[in-house]
Structures are given as structure tokens and as C-alpha cells.
């Protein structure tokens, strides 16, 4: 009860720190709605080449842009945090008796409902693009991604509290992103890449996540790739959540 309790008023606190600045929320969506507008009508006419499970266009891309949705808007939310860091809010939260874990799981809370909400605007606009999709593969996916986005969320806060500088912390995460992209098959599938590339990627665990989105759009719950992306989002989430922890108590001696 005591942990439900903390993460809760840390959830309080951050959500109304949205509520009133809630162009962040549409601000964080602009980028996948962008590639739906104008990279989606390019994938219309080659997506049957692709040998993936459809050969709709936007139920190829959606899925990849709700991953990259998870994963890039929730790797930014760590900037928040080093702004809390400067002004003195971190250290006062160290100071009481709070869980750290629920100093965590309370800012995790605001950032995957926040994922939600733009989630759920990117499903509907692709809906409304074309994108064909049965309710719970939909459903499957955007839980999927939220598990996803949450350890993103987590590694951010992690990293935030590691660096405490945006200047250190901005170029980090585009290192780190622009493999992912490129490397997850997030807008073109790998399966068109030389046999070279399909190795490296591999050993990349969003690759997995983004084929079990896409799956599980199609309707195809059973496949080897549903079971797999679920497994390492559940397992990316697990290790999130104890980095940040851990950087959370390390603040705290």
C-alpha cells in the first residue's frame, strides 16, 4: 500500500506538470505522423514486394512507427528529469522516506499513459489512412509498446540522473537510436536488406519487438516473432526498471 501510495503522488505531481503544458503530447507524435503522411502512400505501390504478412501499406508501417513511437518519445523523458535535478526537486524527494523504485514507477506511470494517448491518435489516423486491423492484435500491440516505451522511459531517467546534462545526454541517445532505426525494420522490413545486414540485425532486440507489433496487427497471434518481441519487451522492461532504480538509490547515498 505504502508503494502505491508514492507512486502515486509522484504520478500526481508529474501529470499535472503535462496537464499544463499538454502541447508536449502532440509535439512527441509529430514525427510518426509525419512518415505516416508522407512515407506511407511511397510503401503503397512496393509493400507486396516486401514478403511480409500484409499487403497493406499502413498496416506494414503503423505498427513500426507505434514502436518507434515507444522508443523515441519515451528516450526523451529523461530530459524533464535533469530539469528536476537542477531545481532541487530530486534532492528533496531524497530526503524523504519514498521508495525508490516508486520515485520511478511513478514518473514510468505518466510517461506510458502519455505514450497511450499518442498511441491511440496514430492507430486512429492510420485507420483513417486505410490500415486494416482486427481490434485485439491492436490492442496487443499498443500493450506491447507501452511495455516498450516503459523501459525506454526507465533507461532515460537512468541516464538523466547518470549524465545531468542535456548537452552529454542528447548526442548519447542519438547515437543509440539511429542503429536502432535503421536496424529494426522499423519503415522498410530487413527481410529486403543483403543476407549481411539481416545478421547484424539480429542480434537487435527492437527488431523482434517491431515484428511482433506487425504480427499481431495481421492478426497472426501464434508466429514464433509474437512470442519472441513480447519476451524481450517484458525482459527490456525488467532491466529499465532496475537501472533506473538503481541510479535512483545511488542518488540517494
Sequence with gaps: MAF??????VFRRQIRMNLRNPAWVLIGIMQPVLYLLLFGPLLEPLVGSFGVSTDNAYTF???GLLVQLGMFGAFFAGFGLIGE???GVIEAERVTPANRTA?????????VIQLLVQALILVGLGYVMGMRGSLG?????????????????????ALALT?????VMAPVINIVMMPVLLLSGILLPMTIGPDWLQNVSDFMPFRYIVDAVRDSFAGDFGTSSVFWGTVWAVVLAALGTWWGTATFRKENA
Design 85 to 87: 535535478w537542477r531545481e
Design 163 to 167: 549524465t545531468k546534462s542535456e548537452d
Design 137 to 157: 492484435g491492436v490492442l496487443l500491440g499498443i500493450f506491447i509498446t507501452l511495455v516498450v516505451g516503459g523501459a525506454c522511459a526507465a533507461a532515460s531517467n
Design 103 to 111: 520515485l520511478l514507477v511513478g514518473r514510468l506511470m505518466r510517461d
Design 61 to 63: 508501417l503503423v505498427p
Design 4 to 9: 502505491a501510495r508514492e507512486s502515486s503522488i
